[in-house]
């Protein structure tokens, strides 16, 4: 090789060294150490991303192997249970469940004092109050003299008045004809006729209101309840004045039979009246104490539809329980991934069933004929358990849980324990419905707030045994 220590090289040295085949071996032996050792420095990051991406292919499973998939893969449910920990949060309830306040205070034989807890002075004053002013207006129908049952009412017999409805649901008698309770032939009551007339019950049935009627109009406007609003919210105020309910409550809809007229009236073909007002209700699931409720009015007017419909009809309804760690039983109306955000965010839990048309229910847990009688699945993702169950052949139950997060299931009836919580508190509201309807006060009539009223008597009936069974 041409000698290269002078500073410039002349075109015939240039020439010399490219001809010289010493000068390209060296260069590529140079080069090849540099590329072996850039290949050395390489080579353990390469294997540590080829190892992550295939660590299910070298164990022999794929990711379908770990996981459930909704609908298009919008969704992922782990089939592996998460490790257990501590007892956690939500299983520590902070407010213990019983009476509470003046309640406490009262003797399980003093029926009355637990009555009047539920139904106080100023709620029956309020009745009195309207009531008389629409006597004032009938008075005015009838000629001199006035006959005496349309005399104005006072206190005492406001008080009788609620007595005879009590014993007409005592009785099973609320859809007899009146007349037949007080008749004087041997066939009717006699406690009826030896409080009052015929007339004169039938007459307060008649005035009985409960708003005043000047202002009724106006305040209709924004609240279609307007005629029994204060009624309604002096009575629910005081249901949970005096009790906190267990660790489960209930949230489900009631029908009250009604078949008058009334914009917010509705259809349910699968209760029994078919035909009435609907109360979403907040029950407690072993009392079956009503802890909160509303009459749905229709369809609300605003454009927020950040959440759906169920989701803002149990954030209304758990105000009172709200971050006390509770559990929250529904049905597949209400249950929802959307759902389970929004208790979590209240501190509070929820288990129901789902319907098998939401997206993040993979295919594995639908009905499928191949799926044995019995047979279970569970799927785990961020606190939340999606369970599926085979009562019999060709059907599913899915359930979402937050409460849950292992997979135990009852050896000898074969059903894990979501599947067992479930049955034990989803009935609070369908209990308390019944226990209404088992000796109901209601009447016949046309005026819907009428029906709310008597729906009020008998839930202050049915709560006064919860204080008085505690």
């Known amino acids: 090789m041409a000698s290269t220590s002078k500073r410039f090289l002349t075109d015939t040295e240039l020439e010399s060294i490219l001809e ?260 979403m209700c907040l029950c407690d699931s072993r009392s079956f104490y009503l802890c909160n409720a509303f009459v749905y009015t229709g369809k609300e007017t605003t454009n927020d539809k950040t959440l759906s419909i169920p989701t803002k009809d149990v954030l209304k309804l758990i105000t009172p329980i709200q971050g006390t760690n509770r559990n929250i039983t529904v049905d597949n109306w209400f249950m929802s991934l959307e759902l389970c955000e929004g208790m979590k965010k209240k501190n509070l839990t929820v288990l129901g069933t789902m319907k098998q048309n939401k997206p993040q229910i993979p295919v594995e847990f639908k009905p499928q004929s191949k799926r044995l009688v019995h047979s279970t699945l569970f799927g785990h993702s961020q606190e939340k358990t999606l369970f599926s169950y085979v009562p019999r052949k060709n059907r599913a139950v899915v359930l979402l849980s937050t409460m849950h997060q292992d997979q135990k299931i009852n050896k000898e009836n074969k059903k894990p324990d979501i599947i067992t919580d479930y049955n034990n508190t989803k009935a609070g509201v369908d209990a308390l419905e019944q226990l209404c309807a088992n000796y109901s006060v209601s009447r016949r009539t046309r005026r819907w707030p009428m029906i709310i009223f008597l729906r009020h008597i008998e839930h202050s009936r049915r709560q006064r045994c919860s204080y008085s069974t505690l």
């Not at 039938?202 to 279609?224: H, Y």
């Open 20 to 279: 010289d085949p010493a000068f390209f071996e060296s260069e590529e032996e140079s080069d090849a150490d540099d590329t072996s050792r850039q290949s050395d420095h390489d080579s353990t990051s390469e294997a540590s991303i080829q190892s992550s991406e295939s660590d299910d292919e070298d164990n022999g499973t794929t990711s379908d192997d770990k996981f459930y998939f909704g609908k298009k893969r919008c969704y992922k449910w782990s089939k592996e249970c998460p490790k257990p920990t501590r007892t956690r949060k939500h299983n520590l309830v902070i407010r213990l469940p019983g009476t509470k306040n003046e309640a406490r205070n009262v003797e399980r034989s003093d029926i009355l004092s637990a009555w009047q807890l539920l139904i106080p002075e100023d709620f029956l004053q309020l009745i009195l109050v309207n009531t008389n002013n629409k006597i004032s207006e009938m008075q005015h129908h009838y000629k001199a003299p006035q006959p005496a049952f349309v005399s104005i009412l006072d206190m005492t017999e406001l008080r009788a008045f609620i007595g005879l409805l009590y014993l007409s649901g005592i009785m099973k008698s609320n859809h007899e004809n009146v007349e037949g309770l007080f008749a004087n032939d041997g066939t009717g009551r006699d406690v009826f006729r030896a409080t009052m007339s015929l007339k004169r019950f039938l007459f307060i049935l008649t005035c009985l209101r409960f708003d005043c009627a000047v202002t009724r109009e106006a305040r209709k406007a924004n609240d279609k309840l307007a005629a029994i609003r204060e009624l309604w919210d002096i009575f629910v105020t005081n249901c949970q004045k005096y009790y906190t309910p267990s660790q489960n409550v209930t949230i489900d809809e009631m029908l009250v039979p009604f078949r008058g007229r009334c914009s917010f009236r509705i259809y349910m073909p699968k209760k029994p009246a078919k035909y009435g007002l609907k109360i």
